[in-house]
């Protein structure tokens, strides 16, 4: 039973190091940046290579900072939540009533 379970830390971490090597870029990427036919960056026209880099951005910026908003409401409603308890116990005559 060892000696499985070796064999498979091995199968494992092989297919860790080799699988990044057969992952090919999407189609769409792969031909636009081989077909990319500007020395300089500056020069191509279409700058598709850029433009995917940037609606990635978009893509990845979009939901954290919509939880970061998320967050910060439910951070304020909390401590608006808070000070209108405290508001209650100080105008609150009765002390024992709690």
Same mark, same amino acid.
């Given at each position: 039973?060892?000696? *499985?379970? &070796?064999? *498979?830390? *091995? %199968? =494992?971490?092989?297919?860790? &190091?080799?699988?990044? /090597? #057969?992952? $090919?870029?999407?189609?769409? $990427?792969?031909? %636009?940046?081989?077909?990319?036919? %500007? #020395? +300089?960056?500056?020069?191509?026209?279409?700058? =598709?290579?850029?433009?995917?880099?940037?609606?990635?951005?978009? /893509?990845?910026?979009?939901?954290?900072?919509?939880? !970061?908003?998320? !967050? =910060? /409401?439910?951070?304020?409603?909390?401590?608006?939540? +808070? %000070? =209108?308890?405290?508001? *209650?116990?100080?105008?609150?005559?009765?002390?024992?009533?709690?």
């Amino acid at each position: 039973m060892n000696g *499985l379970r &070796f064999i *498979l830390a *091995l %199968a =494992f971490i092989a297919l860790t &190091f080799v699988a990044p /090597m #057969t992952v $090919c870029a999407c189609p769409l $990427c792969a031909e %636009a940046i081989a077909n990319s036919n %500007a #020395t +300089e960056p500056d020069d191509d026209k279409d700058n =598709f290579p850029a433009a995917m880099n940037q609606s990635i951005y978009l /893509m990845l910026a979009v939901p954290y900072s919509m939880l !970061g908003i998320v !967050g =910060f /409401m439910i951070y304020r409603g909390v401590k608006k939540n +808070e %000070a =209108f308890r405290q508001s *209650l116990d100080e105008n609150d005559p009765d002390p024992s009533n709690e």
